[in-house]
């Protein structure tokens, strides 16, 4: 059978043809799913910017499903599920994400820091730790490791706590000298607390490992407060009130402006050991210091224990009160100087008194500087924000 050419010359440009619409075809859809993702992208970006999550949700959703290779889409999808507190959501996401063969390695980091922050938010600590720890040598190293500084203090493992802390601090990335001295206060507080309530000793527990810890954190922190009263606390547990008392005289050279704290226990300890006029001129130094600034209603407190405990007469002690009150008015100081004053209608004293006592409460507080924490005890860290030395040693009456 004789091949005929014609057929050939007929057939080539008909292949072509077709192949050719074939193409334009391809290019066709090709273009109108490029201009249907932006769109619904753009779609997203504008309810996102008029708050309108659900509908931002939805937008980003559709445009995923055109295009599920665009990890910047999978990125503001997981975020919104993250902020609606949809956080299963945006663990799948991510995950989505990090399972991807050909994710290149930014953001493989990004998605592995997202991940973390999912883990987070959800609760779930043990896992969020193993994911912020696959971000050790990465972009986001640092951020990792203030993060489980974080998670560790909220957990209280303070051994934990100080093995970042010092990580970060060799690497240069800041002072947590102050933050060191404090886990290692924390650290002795717990083996006070469980000694006092009985629990059996460690084994291998060297009975003197709170004051070991305390003079650490001294060392760590030489001008931080808590040490030193902390370890003043440790030897009035031991029935050593003088070496307590000459611990406390250490800290106007160091922290002076914590004096307050501890002025009244400095009084106390003063008298125990019969350096009350050594207390009383520690005080009266603070003052002096202050200037013109009227002095802590706590120091005014304690100066009159200390005069009382002289044997000065307690109407000429009270009379601190009234110089107190000179220098900055104070509804406290007044209310503790009329509670043992006498006058004409005796019989109402005690329903004024406890009026002006109910109303000067509220300014006896202490206020966290970061969050606004109000709290009637003195925290070393807020139970409101978590951050270190946050609460000024003073009243809220005296801010």
């Given at each position: 059978m004789q091949f005929d050419s014609t057929w050939f010359l007929i057939g080539l440009p008909l292949a072509f043809?077709?192949?050719?619409?074939?193409?334009?075809f391809d290019l066709r859809q090709w273009r109108l799913e490029n201009r249907q993702a932006p769109k619904a992208y753009f779609k997203g970006l504008n309810?996102?910017?008029?708050?309108?999550?659900?509908?931002?949700?939805?937008a980003f959703i559709e445009a995923v499903q055109r295009d599920p290779d665009t990890s910047e889409l999978h990125f503001a999808l997981g975020n919104l599920f993250r902020r609606r507190g949809e956080y299963e959501r945006a663990v799948r996401v991510h995950e989505h994400l990090l399972s991807r063969a050909d994710l290149p390695a930014a953001d493989r980091e990004r998605a592995q820091?997202?991940?973390?922050?999912?883990?987070?938010?959800?609760g779930l600590i043990d896992r969020a730790e193993d994911a912020l720890l696959k971000l050790k040598d990465t972009r986001y190293a640092q951020q990792a490791a203030l993060t489980l500084l974080s998670i560790h203090e909220r957990a209280r493992e303070w051994a934990k706590a100080g093995?970042?802390?010092?990580q970060l601090q060799t690497q240069g990335q800041g002072d947590f000298?102050?933050?060191?001295?404090?886990?290692?206060?924390?650290?002795?507080?717990?083996?006070?607390r469980k000694k006092a309530k009985?629990?059996?000793?460690?084994?291998?527990?060297?009975?003197?490992?709170?004051?070991?810890?305390?003079?650490e954190a001294i060392?760590?922190?030489?001008?931080?407060?808590?040490?030193?009263?902390?370890?003043?606390?440790?030897?009035a547990a031991q029935n050593d009130p003088t070496r307590a008392f000459e611990t406390l005289l250490q800290l106007p050279a160091h922290a002076p402006q914590c004096l307050p704290l501890v002025a009244s226990e400095l009084v106390r300890l003063g008298v125990a050991c019969g350096k009350v006029d050594q207390a009383l001129a520690t005080l009266e130094g603070y003052v002096q210091a202050q200037g013109a600034h009227a002095p802590s209603i706590d120091v005014t407190d304690a100066i009159v224990q200390a005069l009382a405990a002289q044997g000065v007469p307690p109407d000429h002690a009270r009379e601190r009160y009234l110089q107190h009150m000179a220098q900055e008015p104070s509804l406290i100081a007044a209310a503790r100087w009329l509670a043992h004053e006498t006058f004409a209608h005796e019989a109402a004293h005690p329903t004024v008194q406890h009026t002006l006592d109910h109303a000067a409460r509220p300014l006896a507080r202490y206020r966290c500087a970061a969050c606004g924490f109000e709290t009637r005890g003195y925290f070393w860290q807020c139970p409101g924000c978590q951050t270190w030395e946050s609460f000024p040693p003073r009243r809220i009456e005296e801010l």
């Open positions: 043809a077709l192949g050719w619409l074939a193409s334009r309810y996102l910017l008029n708050e309108q999550q659900d509908q931002a949700i939805d820091h997202a991940l973390a922050l999912d883990f987070i938010k959800a093995e970042i802390a010092r000298s102050v933050r060191l001295a404090h886990y290692l206060c924390e650290q002795a507080e717990a083996l006070q009985g629990a059996a000793p460690t084994p291998g527990t060297d009975p003197q490992a709170v004051r070991q810890l305390l003079d060392t760590q922190a030489p001008n931080a407060a808590r040490p030193r009263i902390q370890l003043a606390g440790w030897f």
